[in-house]
């Protein structure tokens, strides 16, 4: 109960949104609107940062002990910055790929107008 008193406000509310968001990323899931592996990535990041809230120096340390650093907020900076360049390569690679598939459907909608367009023609020519 004493530790419960000594909790600072960040180490009470980031829990409490994270397991709101992982409630939100499994209702996704089920609705279909995100994939498995998308879900999972999402959890993971969640529960990393309820752990982070609740035992920051524990987690800290550690990582800087693994990664090699004499101090752990450079390690928590390093892994931060790494981990918004993974979301940006992820967020342009889709934003590509969505690009391209529009590109595709512009093109096929194009074709198949100017197709039914030149069928009228020839309908109409004919008649």
């Not at 459907?105 to 030149?118: C, M, S």
Request: charged letters at 20%; a positive charge.
């Amino acid at each position: 109960m004493f530790f419960l008193l000594k909790l600072e406000i960040y180490q009470w509310l980031a829990p409490l949104i994270g397991l709101y968001f992982i409630y939100r990323t499994i209702s996704q899931y089920i609705k279909k609107k995100r994939t498995i592996v998308a879900a999972l990535i999402w959890i993971l990041f969640w529960v990393s940062t309820i752990t982070l809230a609740i035992i920051p120096n524990q987690v800290t340390n550690k990582i800087a002990a693994i990664l090699g650093f004499k101090s752990n907020v450079t390690a928590i900076i390093f892994v931060a910055i790494g981990l918004l360049f993974l979301f940006i390569f992820y967020l342009s690679s889709s934003i590509e790929k969505l690009e391209n598939q529009l590109t595709e459907l512009v093109r096929k909608l194009a074709i198949d107008e100017h197709t039914d367009q030149k069928t009228n023609e020839e309908i109409e020519k004919n008649s």
